[in-house]
């Protein structure tokens, strides 16, 4: 009895047999059409009883999960439903959706023909890494009569992992496979220099740098040839990643640690593609989660793994740390990205040293962020007094963003400052960039 429910169909009717009760009061003779409408409901309750508690197996349903979530990713989830009874139904169905995404009023009604199967999906995008738990999968079944329900539970239990996001990334693969472009618009890296790896002798053709003729092929065959180089391949290049508290102000559901640790594992997958080796570290008070730089078939998956259950804290980073452990433990000159957050050039003044400490050795790329909200102020009418001081305020925020770019180029130390949206997009560009230029 514990999987029967009594559906508004029945009460609905139940009322109707009610009015026709207050009405024999007044006519009489509506007494006999109340009772015979009152047994008939009983009846009909009972007829629907038995059609649905008299098959076990009446409704099958299974809950197919993807093997794991993706961050900040819409990751879909499929329902199959079977009708095994020998008529149609119409399903309710609720599936106990983990507590973090907040859906207390999920539920999906869809009619059934009889021995039939009916796929239903929807999505879930989580906005924290970590273990999310599914409950069960509750399918409420009724007959044409519709005045019953049963309720049939499938999958009790389910855990997933919600790992750093990676259902983008084969859509950067191109960018990889294709170096001259650029992602947002498609246009050409302007190449200042080449790199001098040699990849082979080619026939010259319009617009092939002269300086590259090769004399010797050349007077051997009768015919212009050129050398064509390529990109340096098994360069190392890390991202150092801040987790103190700097890295946790919010957009759009997600903080600053989760775009820079999405950044990450896409611009890890271009990395590995182009042939170079993809390394990272987390910072705060310590250094943790160190991935030495290699080019193997499982990197990839060791930086998710590593990435997989990092939180912010509310400390201060410690910039002196770190550019002691990378100058100990990065001893070959590499490219390293260092995702953090600089707000005022005051907090830039206090760990300019360490930075410059470290691209003496390396090639730096300080990666911060804008801050939407003030783009938003800068950018909209001002109507009265207080939002032209609203508008004063975010320029000299902004301003003052500019003068942290200006401070780091004066000791060669190069930027990307972006929108955390843009981030995957623009770390990718800035890291081909500098393999077109030949600058590692």
């Not at 700097?246 to 182009?274: C, E, Q, R, V």
């Not at 008070?285 to 990092?310: H, P």
């Not at 180029?409 to 960039?433: A, H």
């Amino acid at each position: 009895m514990k999987n029967l429910y009594i559906n508004t169909r029945f009460f609905i009717a139940l009322i109707g047999v009610g009015i026709l009760y207050v009405l024999a009061f007044f006519f009489p003779v509506v007494m006999m059409v109340a009772h015979a409408v009152l047994l008939i409901c009983f009846l009909a309750a009972m007829v629907d009883a038995l059609l649905l508690f008299n098959q076990k197996d009446g409704v099958l349903a299974q809950r197919i999960l993807p093997e794991k979530l993706s961050n900040g990713d819409e990751n879909p989830v499929k329902i199959d439903v079977k009708n095994n009874y020998g008529f149609k139904i119409t399903t309710k169905i609720i599936d106990e959706i983990p507590f973090q995404f907040q859906k207390r009023d999920f539920v999906i009604k869809k009619e059934i023909a009889s021995e039939r199967n009916t796929y239903f999906q929807y999505t879930l995008e989580p906005k924290e890494r970590g273990e999310y738990n599914f409950g069960s999968l509750n399918i409420y079944a009724s007959s044409p009569i519709g005045f019953i329900s049963k309720r049939f539970r499938f999958q009790k239990d389910a855990n997933l992992a919600s790992y750093p996001s990676f259902v983008h990334l084969r859509k950067y693969e191109l960018m990889a496979l294709q170096s001259e472009f650029l992602m947002g618009g498609i246009k050409k890296i302007r190449k200042l220099g080449h790199t001098m790896e040699f990849e082979q002798i080619k026939e010259y053709v319009p617009g092939d740098d002269i300086r590259t003729i090769n004399w010797k092929a050349t007077s051997k065959t009768n015919r212009l040839m050129v050398n064509q180089y390529q990109d340096e391949k098994s360069q190392r290049i890390f991202m150092l990643i801040d987790t103190g508290r700097t890295m946790k102000m919010p957009f759009n559901g997600l903080n600053l640690l989760d775009y820079s640790i999405n950044a990450t594992m896409a611009l890890s997958h271009i990395i590995l593609k182009k042939g170079d080796r993809a390394g990272m570290m987390t910072f705060s008070k310590k250094t943790e989660n160190k991935i030495a730089a290699e080019n193997k078939s499982g990197q990839l998956k060791k930086i998710s793994e590593a990435l997989y259950n990092i939180n912010t804290n509310f400390f201060e980073s410690d910039f002196n740390r770190l550019y002691q452990d990378v100058k100990y433990s990065i001893n070959q000159r590499s490219l390293i990205l260092l995702f953090t957050n600089f707000e005022t050039l005051d907090g830039l003044n206090r760990q300019l040293k360490y930075l410059r400490g470290i691209a003496k050795n390396h090639l730096l790329v300080v990666v911060f962020f804008k801050n939407a909200e003030l783009h938003t102020l800068i950018n909209k009418n001002p109507e009265n007094m207080q939002e032209i001081y609203d508008e004063i305020i975010a320029e000299k925020f902004e301003f003052e963003k500019k003068l942290i770019i200006q401070e780091l180029r004066k000791y060669g130390i190069y930027t990307v400052y972006t929108l955390p949206e843009n981030l995957n997009i623009d770390v990718i560009n800035k890291y081909l960039e500098i393999k077109a230029r030949g600058i590692l």
